[in-house]
């Protein structure tokens, strides 16, 4: 048998796979992807825009990526693996004179899922140490109590829709005149399971 009669033969063995994001994004399609074994799509992660789940060029920004966890029939879903503001936007919003202040805090959100989350403040002067030493501990501060108080979802969707920035920002300004807040960057860390917390990580092995 030929090499392109037995790639065409591997093609032919492959099923075509719905990849669904989760329902707090409306379980939208966001991909298609064959397989010739769904277990192969276990672990995989596929990443897309907000915009093109909410149809808002506003939100063309904003980078989702998602893991595949379980596969049923035709359908592969997925769960929240984290986001990325644009490396283009990010330069964009940045201006002289002024400072950025970065905070990195790992948290839990009340049902137990573990998050790194990477935030952004931009001050509309440059500041000097203290303040941003200031303005650093009120956005952990913020950020810890916020999601302590809330659900994974109810996170996420704080985080990719601005609410949580906009929490940042009502706070951080009274410690000194702020521009722009943005969650930059965000990570799943822990996930809640039936055996309890676990850390985010599919192996994935052929079954026997």
């Not at 001050?123 to 109590?145: A, D, G, P, V, Y």
């Not at 994974?152 to 920035?165: D, H, K, T, W, Y």
């Not at 702020?178 to 676990?198: A, C, H, I, N, Q």
Request: charged residues 25%; proline residues 3%.
């Amino acid at each position: 048998m030929s090499s392109k009669v037995a790639v065409k033969d591997r093609w032919r063995m492959k099923q075509w796979y719905a990849v669904v994001a989760p329902e707090v994004f409306g379980s939208t399609t966001i991909a298609t992807t064959p397989a010739d074994k769904p277990w192969k799509l276990l672990g995989r992660v596929f990443e897309t825009t907000l915009f093109d789940i909410t149809g808002d060029f506003s939100q063309v920004h904003v980078h989702l990526k998602f893991q595949v966890y379980e596969v049923r029939d035709d359908t592969a879903y997925t769960r929240f693996k984290g986001h990325e503001l644009a490396r283009d936007y990010m330069k964009s919003i940045i201006r002289r004179k002024s400072s950025k202040v970065t905070s990195i805090v790992d948290v839990f959100t009340k049902d137990g899922y573990g998050l790194r989350i990477t935030t952004v403040a931009l001050t509309s002067f440059r500041c000097k140490t203290l303040q941003k030493h200031m303005i650093r501990k009120l956005i952990r501060e913020t950020i810890t109590n916020y999601v302590g108080e809330k659900t994974f979802n109810e996170v996420i969707q704080a985080m990719v829709f601005g609410s949580l920035a906009l929490e940042i920002f009502q706070k951080a300004k009274k410690v000194y005149p702020l521009r722009k807040v943005e969650v930059y960057k965000s990570k799943l860390l822990y996930l809640t399971t039936p055996e309890g917390v676990k850390k985010s990580v599919i192996t994935v092995s052929a079954p026997s």
